[in-house]
């Protein structure tokens, strides 16, 4: 089950920069995200499924598509013609280095060692993320607020601008 | 190290290719940040591989939540300047921006 949501999810990236379309693009994108989300529920990690499908699939996907609409008129850019068949010929020979490096690597890998064992052992993902980890948690605030008042003085409208209007 | 492991590997590493390959090669704003997330993803699957292999699935999950934060934070902003770069320039191409160019 898993090769196949992998697969959906690079076959949805892959068709998210191929599309034209800017706004199937962005479609796209979305359900690249969900597949991931899925992906990310069947490994155990239910807390990075649901903020992957509510932030990235939701919130993400909807500002790409009010960006869109947003310059739509005229923003059209064209691409080289040639860039997708570009991109289909690199990108297979990329899987098959992929598939043969990861091959040469099938039992020649020791194990890893179990992280932190006090991490490890402790299962409640709250204690986890309020106790081991509260300087992210700091630094999420912060990166919240920045991107706040960067969005908020990018939109700042001209007072100039507006009196001579 | 389980075949789990390089497999999800393995996928997270063409997601990266993906990523890089439309940043190096489209010239539309819109693409560029679609080919950032692309290159997101690829981190966040590696990242929670990387943890469950090593039994230690509850950071990693912390640490993606923490990326995935950041990583709207830095969308929105980009978002914003797009729509100003557009204001301007009436135009979405990377060609247009030459201003600081010497």
């Given amino acids: 089950m898993n090769i196949f949501l992998l697969c959906g999810l ?6 998210a920069i191929t599309m034209h379309n800017l706004l199937k693009s962005a479609i796209c994108l979305g359900v690249a ?19 992957e499908v509510s932030i990235v699939a939701g919130l993400i996907t909807v500002l790409f598509i009010t960006t869109i609409v947003l310059t739509k008129r005229e923003g059209g ?16 020979i990329f899987i098959m280095i992929d598939f043969f490096v990861m091959k040469g690597f099938i039992g020649n ?25 509260t300087l992210d948690l700091v630094g ?26 | 190290m389980s075949n789990h492991w390089l497999l999800n590997m393995g996928f997270a590493a063409a997601l990266l290719f993906i990523g890089i390959f439309c940043l190096l090669t489209m ?28 039994h230690n699935v509850m950071v990693t999950q912390s640490l993606v939540i923490t990326f995935i934060v950041i990583e709207v934070s830095l969308l929105a902003t980009a978002l914003a300047l797009i729509i100003n770069i557009y204001r301007h320039t009436k135009s979405l191409s990377i060609s247009k921006l030459t201003n ?3």
């Fill in chain 2, 27 to 54: 010239k539309n704003l819109i693409k560029l940040l679609i080919g950032i997330e692309i290159m997101a993803k690829g981190i966040t699957l590696a990242l929670i591989t990387s943890g469950v292999e090593r």
């Fill in chain 1, 140 to 165: 999420q605030i912060c990166a919240i607020f920045a991107g706040v008042f960067s969005v908020l003085a990018l939109f700042r409208a001209d007072k100039k601008e507006n009196n001579n209007e």
């Fill in chain 1, 77 to 92: 850019v064209k691409e080289r013609k040639l860039t997708n068949i570009f991109f289909l010929l690199f990108f297979i």
């Fill in chain 2, 100 to 102: 600081l160019k010497g």
């Fill in chain 1, 10 to 15: 690079v076959c949805f990236s892959a068709l």
């Fill in chain 1, 33 to 51: 995200s969900i597949f991931l989300a899925v992906l990310f529920f069947r490994m155990g990690a239910p807390y990075a499924g649901v903020f």
């Fill in chain 1, 109 to 133: 890998l020791p194990n890893m060692p179990v992280g932190s064992p006090n991490l490890a052992e402790n299962n409640n993902f709250s204690k986890v993320l309020w106790q081991y980890r």
